[in-house]
């Protein structure tokens, strides 16, 4: 593993704390051999990331709120003028504010709707325009979705459609890109006790009855979640594309 990624540049957008999916991935893409940026949603949480950054060495550190006009665009601005090129990008950020995501999908507000959607999911197409002109030899995009996204997950709410978008944006965008060498999937993973996830209600439930029915018997952790991101944006998964890979010790097999 440690020269799968020898010479590669990639950008990890969602990084929160050690315990984020985000951070599983970018410690997996370091030690695969990949330079990388970083990036922070805002003021407060960049005393969480920025220590992480330093010890990947992450050449480039900036913050990145995706609800603020200019901010994605200064962070590829950034990468364009320091390395020129970019290989591959993870987008791991979702957002449902709290009164849509607690309560019924059919009594969401429009304005939290239209705002689960921008963040979770538009988001990732505004990335992949941005990073497209940067991977003229091609690249991966990567976003992370949920086993919700394809069937009805009890309390996982507004995140169910937001999350099924996604997985459509995913095979679209492959479609559209694909020609000019550049590969984009989604990685679904079972439950993990990360920051985001404690926002839908009963979790610690959801995560019981995944270790307790997954065929391997164990909840993942981010760094299984890492080892497959690190493998997809390799040589080795050069004609994997458009689909959505599950990382959850075979939970979505179950009926």
Known sequence: MTQLL???KGLVIGIANKHSIAWGCAKAFTAAGAELAVTWLNEKAEPHVAPLAEEIGAGIRMQLDVEIPGQDAAVFDAIAERWGKLDFVLHSIAFAPKDDLHGRVVDSSR????????????????????????????????????????????????????????????RYLAAELGPKGIRVSAVSPGPLATRAASGIAHFDELLANAAARAPLRRLVDIDDVGALCAFLVSGGARMITG????????????G
């Open 243 to 254: 689909d959505t890979l599950y990382v959850d010790g075979g939970y979505h097999i179950l």
């Open 6 to 8: 020898q010479g590669k």
């Open 111 to 170: 304005e939290g709707f239209a705002r689960a959607m921008d963040i979770s999911c538009h988001s990732f197409l505004r990335v992949a325009r941005l990073a497209e002109p940067l991977m003229a030899d091609g690249g991966t995009l990567l976003t992370m979705s949920y086993l919700g996204a394809e069937e009805v997950i009890p309390d996982y709410g507004l995140m169910g459609p937001v999350k099924a978008a996604l997985e459509s944006s995913v």
